[in-house]
């Protein structure tokens, strides 16, 4: 009887681990994109306008079509962007879930690119009308994440 306890605790043990699945966060889907930055915003001429403030890249999910992009503008606007590349992401007519500037409609992004330790990307704040309601650059370099020596 003693065997028979002993032979199912083992079973059981081995059992539970056989089932856990460990995930490496460095090795999830979009990881070359997911980052913590330290940004400033710039003009459409690159003149340098507010910063700097800290932006922070990382996957919706483990799937590998998006990406959240979280305190755009330095005012906790958050959104989604579509996977480009492992090195770009875009959206058109993307929503801030927090709704942080009422209003501000849709936001665009474009001409996102993450080149070793350093992200550049354009936003358009679009109003209900249509009417820009600011357009700006937000470039700067990696703090924590993928490519970063600092984590």
Same mark, same amino acid.
């Given at each position: ?58 996957? !919706?999910?483990?799937?590998? #079509?998006?990406?959240?992009? @979280?305190?755009? /503008?330095? +005012? %906790? ?46 936003? !358009?704040?679009?109003?209900? #009308?249509?009417?820009?309601? @600011?357009?700006? /650059?937000? +470039? %700067? ?11």
């Amino acid at each position: 009887m003693k065997k028979t306890i002993y032979f199912l605790g083992i079973l059981i043990v081995f059992g539970l681990f056989a089932c856990e699945k460990e995930i490496d966060p460095g090795l999830a889907p979009n990881s070359s994109l997911a980052g913590h930055w330290t940004v400033k915003e710039y003009d459409l001429e690159m003149n340098e306008l507010y910063g700097p403030s800290h932006l922070y890249t990382y996957n !919706t999910s483990f799937g590998t #079509d998006s990406i959240w992009i @979280d305190n755009i /503008y330095d +005012a %906790g606007i958050k959104m989604k962007a579509n996977v480009v590349s492992a090195t770009s992401f875009s959206r058109t007519g993307g929503r801030d879930i927090n709704n942080v500037i009422g209003d501000v409609a849709t936001i665009n992004i474009s001409e996102a690119s993450i080149a070793g330790d350093s992200i550049i990307f354009r936003v !358009t704040m679009l109003m209900a #009308d249509g009417s820009i309601y @600011d357009e700006y /650059y937000e +470039a %700067g370099h990696l703090t924590t994440g993928a490519g970063s020596d600092t984590h």
